[in-house]
């Protein structure tokens, strides 16, 4: 389970939290490794070297200048910064790039019920799964930006979906060239995404680097619900996908239909990713049978 801090409605990441500090505190040995880079509550933020003091990534992969005009901006515009309800203005910075809890859950409230059974999820590991033909892509972009995804959903020599994640990392800064890249080597069926999301923003982005067909889709969980339960869909048992589908939640829209859950702070992008290749493939899978490449093994 990897996350940076949450705020109020991030009951189970709290929970988590909350059992590997006690864990520490206690020297407890066992099979779990709880690791926790966060700035001190009392840390001067305008203090000289204050984030490599705590950010393992400052000065390696993130500028400390970037990190500071993320501060300045958060502290002039709070509105543009975070999500609603989500803490405001520094608070907001200090959670998403200090891991600094600035707003804690409340544990005595009724959490919902999870949207996948995870022995269900788990009877659907293959480690050895892997897909042969034309493939889709699908992409997802997590509130506030704070990660991206790029996944691939195609058919396996026996018939079932074979689910994939090709790409993450914080930021959506490289999914652009991350994704044409992939686009030019594996020449997918379409490309996938939720205009009603996040990820909308990035729609020009999206349809700038894929020569492919791009398709904006409904991530109605429904359809993967059910191609789960009836044992069409194989995945490899990749860990950020495990942790997604273990916080996924329903929100009810309409008088029948649902969605994946965002309003909780859970992080589900990898789901929401490979949910989106799926629906972009079922969409085009008539052309998938048509393909020449039929028999070609998809590599990563």
Not at 3 to 22: D, F, H, M, P, Q
Not at 60 to 73: D, Q, V
Not at 164 to 188: N, T
Not at 239 to 245: F, T, V
Request: hydrophobic letters at 45%; a negative charge.
């Amino acid at each position: 389970v990897v996350s940076t801090a949450g705020n109020r409605r991030s009951v189970y990441l709290w929970r988590k939290v909350r059992a590997g500090r006690e864990a520490v505190r206690a020297k407890q040995v066992g099979t779990v490794c709880y690791l926790e880079w966060s700035a001190p509550d009392d840390l001067d933020f305008d203090a000289p070297g204050a984030f490599e003091s705590y950010h393992p990534a400052v000065g390696h992969t993130i500028p400390e200048a970037r990190l500071r005009a993320k501060l300045a901006k958060a502290r002039r515009s709070p509105a543009e910064v975070e999500e609603e309800d989500d803490d405001p203005g520094e608070d907001g910075f200090r959670r998403a790039y200090g891991n600094q809890w600035r707003s804690i859950p409340d544990l005595s409230a009724k959490r919902p019920d999870l949207a996948i059974d995870a022995a269900v999820w788990s009877e659907a590991t293959d480690e050895e799964s892997r897909m042969v033909g034309r493939v889709a892509f699908g992409v997802d972009v997590a509130p506030d930006a704070r990660c991206a995804w790029i996944a691939a959903v195609g058919r396996r020599a026996d018939g079932a979906m074979h689910l994939e994640l090709l790409a993450g990392d914080d930021g959506a800064d490289w999914l652009e060239a991350e994704l044409a890249l992939k686009v030019r080597r594996h020449r997918p069926l379409a490309v996938g995404w939720d205009a009603g999301g996040p990820t909308a923003a990035y729609s020009p982005e999206i349809e700038r680097c894929c020569k492919a067909d791009t398709k904006v889709v409904k991530l109605r969980g429904g359809a993967f619900l059910a191609d789960l339960e009836a044992g069409r869909l194989r995945h490899l048992g990749d860990a950020w996908l495990d942790a997604a589908i273990g916080v996924a939640v329903k929100r009810r829209i309409g008088q029948s239909g649902w969605v994946w859950d965002r309003t909780d702070g859970a992080e589900i992008s990898p789901l929401a990713a490979v949910t989106a290749a799926l629906r972009a493939y079922d969409l085009h899978a008539a052309r998938a049978n048509r393909s020449v490449y039929e028999d070609d093994l998809f590599v990563a």
